[in-house]
């Protein structure tokens, strides 16, 4: 317990200097001349472990606003999102931790109320000369009146990173950024229907949602097959070609965007994908489905290796398609690319599944499948980044809608804001070796 309170204890120091300090065992950081008055640098020795960073206290207002912002700029450094991060820590008057302005789900420890835990400020854009902009604005405590802002230089032997302009200050809150999300359920039952009728029929599904005022629609998986064909090879489509025309123009009409998972042709593959319409009619982007079950892979789909973002009026979308919810690795890949919403065309799946693709990326889905609503299995639905559902579909030929804010965070007991930190503290994606024979031998 002692040591517990040692470790909150706010450091001592002056709040008018940036301070050096290093986190033991591992060797110690260094600090680095600047080319100018306002740059702070670090470099790490050419050993495993090091960790130190640049400190300062800032004094804040309790229940007002600040906004953190930095330039950074690094050198030899494999992982800057992870290797060069900021920390912002909150404290009272009496240096102790105060109790976060922001509410968390009590179901788990029965209480709305928690510590405000250390936030950190993320990536945005990259200027000409390499310097990455990190910043972010938050809520002060409302008992808070120091705010600790530390810049680190971690795990990166021989690395170097340069603070250019480190700021925290008083700052407008956050506007907020509501979008509409909303998700088809339909069966698109029998086995002689056309892509005409097919088409028609999520006409209207679409414009129920639109009289509902959504601004993103997802409908369900490989549409030009279900109900017409289980030859998808045969019903695949170019795009951009007839159905992406036909739900681009009502896309436009309607002033919203749509999700419409299909079987696509390309360049003597056929390809599983969901394309993302915008609202002036034009393809947005293009998902193509990476996971294959056995049943895809035997009517001659190709599996895809890309894992794209793209960019909205309202946020960054990224899209995934069925079987893909069962390996954590698609969600985790769109997350890291800035997806803070999934679009999900789906057959069917494990609904824990979803829930934990939500929660393990701090991402909100939105699912529109065929499954049968009654049973335990996918279901269509709005799901928030804590994994539950705030809009399930009960009925068929239904839609279901929910608004979410993306400016809102989530934050969770003893993690506070998770989304922000998986950045900070999520392990490096490494790429999987690839098999080579050596000629005329029979081991790699």
């Not at 310097?131 to 808070?144: F, G, I, K, Q």
Request: overall charge negative; proline content about 7%.
């Amino acid at each position: 317990m002692i040591l517990f309170h040692f470790l909150w204890l706010l450091p001592s120091h002056g709040d008018d200097d940036w301070t050096l300090h290093s986190i033991a065992p591992g060797p110690e950081a260094e600090g680095m001349p600047g080319q100018d008055d306002d740059v702070l640098g670090l470099a790490a020795p050419d050993e495993e472990g090091a960790n130190g960073y640049w400190m300062k206290s800032f004094e804040v207002e309790g229940g007002s606003w600040v906004e953190f912002s930095a330039k950074r700029k690094t050198t030899r450094i494999p992982h800057p999102r992870r290797s060069c991060v900021v920390r912002i820590e909150w404290y009272g008057a009496d240096g102790r931790p105060v109790t976060s302005r922001e509410k968390v789900n009590p179901t788990y420890f029965g209480s709305e109320s928690t510590i405000a835990r250390p936030d950190f400020p993320r990536d945005k854009e990259v200027d000409l000369e390499g310097w990455t902009t990190v910043s972010d604005r938050y809520p002060v405590p409302a008992d808070a009146v120091k705010a600790v802002v530390q810049l680190h230089l971690r795990w990166a032997p021989g690395g170097e990173v340069l603070w250019k302009a480190p700021s925290l200050l008083a700052a407008e809150p956050l506007p907020e950024r509501k979008v509409t999300l909303a998700a088809v359920h339909t069966q698109l039952s029998g086995g002689d229907r056309t892509i005409e009728e097919n088409r028609e029929h999520l006409r209207t599904l679409i414009e129920k949602a639109a009289a509902q005022g959504a601004d993103l629609v997802v409908l369900p998986e490989l549409m030009n097959c279900k109900g017409i064909t289980h030859d998808y090879v045969s019903a695949a489509e170019k795009i951009p070609g007839g159905t992406t025309q036909f739900f681009g123009a009502l896309a436009r009409e309607l002033d919203l965007y749509v999700v419409v998972g299909m079987a696509e042709r390309l360049e003597g593959q056929v390809f599983n994908s969901a394309v993302l319409l915008g609202p002036d009619a034009s393809i947005v982007g293009i998902y193509r489905k990476v996971t294959l079950p056995r049943e895809e892979i035997a009517r001659g789909i190709s599996p895809a290796d890309a894992y794209p973002v793209f960019k909205t009026r309202f946020g960054k979308v990224g899209m995934m398609i069925c079987y893909d919810v069962f390996f954590p690795e698609v969600a985790r890949e769109l997350a890291m690319r800035g997806a803070e919403i999934i679009a999900v065309p789906i057959w069917g799946g494990n609904p824990a599944l979803a829930s934990a693709r939500c929660i393990e990326n701090g991402v909100h889905l939105v699912t529109s499948t065929y499954t049968d609503h009654d049973t335990n299995w996918m279901k269509t639905a709005i799901w928030d980044r804590e994994g539950r559902k705030v809009a399930t579909a009960t009925a068929w030929d239904t839609v279901v809608t929910a608004t979410v804010d993306l400016n809102q965070r989530t934050y969770w007991h003893g993690l506070g804001d998770f989304q922000a930190r998986i950045a900070r503290e999520a392990p490096v994606r490494k790429m999987e070796p690839v098999f080579h024979r050596r000629e005329g031998s029979e081991t790699p």
